[in-house]
């Protein structure tokens, strides 16, 4: 019974992991199309101290979450 507890919460726990990589990195792999779309608004965003301060906190912010959730999710292990 144990056995069978603990692999289904396994199961779980990499649907969510997959979830967790996949919102990760899903800015990274749109960041090109908004570059194709409309290539100033990268310029704007990094020439603007209050924007590059917003973009470097984004990434910080997203970085500290990713380890957090791995940290959530090795409960089991």
Do not use: C
Not at 60 to 67: A, I, K, M, R, T
């Amino acid at each position: 019974e144990l056995l069978r507890h603990e692999r289904e919460l396994r199961s779980h726990l990499a649907g969510a992991q997959a979830s967790a990589v996949l919102i990760a990195i899903l800015p990274y792999l749109l960041l090109p199309f908004f570059l194709w779309q409309r290539p100033e608004w990268f310029h704007e965003l990094t020439s603007n101290p209050l924007g590059l301060k917003l973009l470097t906190g984004a990434i910080l912010l997203q970085f500290v979450g990713f380890l957090w959730l791995n940290r959530l999710m090795r409960v089991v292990k």
